[in-house]
C-alpha cells in the first residue's frame, strides 16, 4: 500500500530554516516525480517544489526560488524540502504528493509554524 510520511515541520523564527522529509514505501518511488505542497489556514493548497524521477530536473513556484530546495535520495525513497528565510506567511501544513498515473496520493502533512 502507497503510504508517504512528512517529518521535519515545526516553530521556527522568522527568517529560520527548515528541512522538511518525505518518506515514500508501498511504490517504487524512484519511477516517479514528487512534489511538494503547502496549505496555510483558510486558503486553498498551493504548489511549492517539483522534482523529477531521477532528481536531475526540478521546478519551483516564483514565491520560493531561491529559498527552498527539493531533493531526493531514491536509495532512501526519501524527498527533501530545504527552506530557508521563512516568512511568517509560510505557516502551513506542508504535504508530500505523487501521481503514479492512476491516483494522486497525498502525505498526512506535517506543520511549519514561522512566528517569533
Not at 516568512?87 to 501544513?93: F, Q
Request: proline share 3%.
Amino acid at each position: 500500500q502507497l503510504k508517504l510520511v512528512e517529518s521535519g515541520g515545526g516553530l521556527v523564527q522568522p527568517g529560520g530554516s527548515l528541512r522538511l522529509s518525505c518518506a515514500a514505501s508501498g511504490f517504487t518511488s524512484s519511477n516517479y516525480p514528487m512534489s511538494w505542497y503547502r496549505q496555510a489556514p483558510g486558503k486553498e493548497r498551493a504548489f511549492i517544489a517539483t522534482i523529477g524521477s531521477a532528481g536531475g530536473s526540478t521546478n519551483c513556484a516564483d514565491s520560493v526560488k531561491g529559498r527552498f530546495t527539493i531533493s531526493r535520495d531514491n536509495a532512501k525513497n526519501t524527498v527533501y524540502l530545504q527552506m530557508s528565510n521563512l516568512k511568517p506567511g509560510e505557516t502551513a501544513v506542508y504535504y508530500c504528493t505523487v501521481h503514479t498515473g492512476l491516483s494522486r496520493s497525498w502525505g498526512q502533512g506535517t506543520q511549519v509554524t514561522v512566528s517569533s
